[in-house]
């Protein structure tokens, strides 16, 4: 079954296959845990999400398209239930926390000073990330985590070249004006 292509496995998932859902389940769990827990923030919602994205998308499985690709239409589905997601916590919490583990937030070997900086950084970036909208994250973390070229990520998120590349600059912007010494605002 390993061999058959994603688009297959959906078609018969759709049919209501659970064993190839399985399959796409086994292809795909790594790379949907990471957006959600890039989108989350913590490894336990992570996981709720990721079976909440798992969930949402064998719902709309008789929806997806075989003509066109199933990557996309997987991120596509997986990215929208995680910024309703987000919004959801942000709304019942009023502060979306994003972040990353443990181990990628370990410093590089070497001189302690250089460490403690690279830390402070990640800090202050993981500080910055937390002030986008749920929308500028998805958008930046797709682009950035997932390496997606601008055309994909418009495939993904279901939007225009233009916008996509509205959104990207509007969180690098928000960003870059967060972090970068000269563009802090000095508060009263």
């Not at 199933?70 to 239930?81: E, I, K, Y």
């Not at 942000?90 to 181990?103: F, I, K, N, P, Y």
């Amino acid at each position: 079954m390993s061999h058959l292509p994603d688009e297959v496995l959906a078609c018969r998932a759709a049919a209501g296959k659970i064993e190839y859902f399985e399959e796409i389940l086994a292809r795909y769990r790594v790379r949907i845990y990471r957006l959600c827990y890039r989108m989350a923030g913590n490894a336990e919602d992570a996981e709720d999400w990721t079976q909440g994205c798992f969930v949402r998308v064998y719902q709309q499985l008789s929806g997806y398209d075989v003509a066109r690709p199933f990557a996309p239409w997987l991120l596509r589905v997986a990215s929208n239930t995680c910024v309703n997601l987000a919004k959801a916590r942000s709304r019942r919490e009023c502060r979306v926390q994003v972040g990353l583990s443990g181990a990628e937030r370990s410093s590089p070997q070497g001189d302690p000073l250089e460490r403690a900086l690279a830390g402070a950084e990640a800090q202050e970036l993981h500080q910055a990330l937390d002030t986008l909208s749920p929308l500028l994250r998805q958008t930046l973390v797709l682009w950035a985590q997932e390496d997606l070229t601008f055309r994909e990520l418009g495939e993904v998120l279901g939007v225009p070249l233009p916008t996509v590349s509205a959104r990207v600059q509007r969180a690098l912007g928000q960003l870059r004006d967060r972090i970068l010494p000269g563009n802090k605002k000095v508060e009263p």
